[in-house]
C-alpha cells in the first residue's frame, strides 16, 4: 500500500498547524490543550473540506487513505445499516451510531503482511473489486475485518466482522509474533542462524550496507519499529495462503520509512531469516 502524493500535501497542513501552535516550556497546560484540539478540528476541517481526486477510486490503496482521514467521505462510503457480525452475533449499526474510525491514521505507521513477494503487485490491480482490512489486536487477540467492495466505480465499506484471533489462517502465525514482538528472550531466541540484511549504512548516508547477520548481532542490528499492539494486513481477494513464510512490512505515514521482517517456519517454528530497513 503506497500512500497517494496528494496526500502528502494535507498531512503537511497538519503538521505545519501543529509545529506553529505554542508550547509550554516544561508542561502541558489545560490552555495548551484546547489550543492543540482547535488546530487538530482545524486541520481535519481541510482535510473533509478537500475533495478526494475522482481516480483514487481506480486503486483501493489511494482511497483508503482518504476514508480513514475524511470525515465526510468516510460517512458517504459506508452503506447503513451497515452488517455487522461481532463474534458470530449478527447486527447492524445505523448511520446515526457511526463514529469516526481513523484505522491506522492515528499511528506514526501501517504494516502489511504477505506471503510472498508477488503479493507486492496486487496493489496496482485496478480490476480488484473487494478488499478486506484486517485490524489485529495482538494483545486482545482479537481481529476486526472491514470489508470494502467497489460497487458501480466507487469503493463501500459494506460489513464489518469481529472475531477471534484464534479463527483466522494466520493464527499459528499472529501467535508467534505476538510473543516475539513483546518479548526480548523469546525474540532473541527466534533469529536463524544466518540473517541477511539491508540498513543504512551509518559511514555513508547515500548508500545501504548489506550483510549477513548472527543471532548475538541482532540487538546492534534491530529496527526501531517493530510494532507488538496493533497490525494491519490487507486481504485483495486473490492471494495464497503460506504456512511457512511471513512478510510483515512496516511503513512509516509521514516519513515514507519501511522496516520488512522476513520469517520462515522450520520443523515447527518461526524465525527471522531476512530484514531491510
Known sequence: MKIPSYFFSLVAIGLFACCSSPKAPESETATDALADSVVADSVENVIEETPMPQAADALFDDFIFNFAANRKLQRSRIVFPLKY?????????SKSKWKMDYLFMTDEFYTLLLDNANQREVVSDTTIHRV???KIQLREQQIRNYVFERRKGIWLLTELQDMPMEDTADADFLNFYKQWSNDTI???QHIANDVTFSAPDPDDELN?????MMPEQWPDFKPEMIPGG???????GNTSHSEKHKTLIIRGIANGMETSLTFKRDNGKWKLTKFTY
Open 230 to 236: 496493533t497490525i494491519f494486513n490487507i486481504d485483495y
Open 186 to 188: 523469546f525474540q532473541n
Open 208 to 212: 545501504d550496507m548489506t550483510g549477513t
Open 132 to 134: 478486506v482490512i484486517e
Open 85 to 93: 457480525n461481532n463474534n458470530g452475533a449478527l447486527t447492524t449499526i
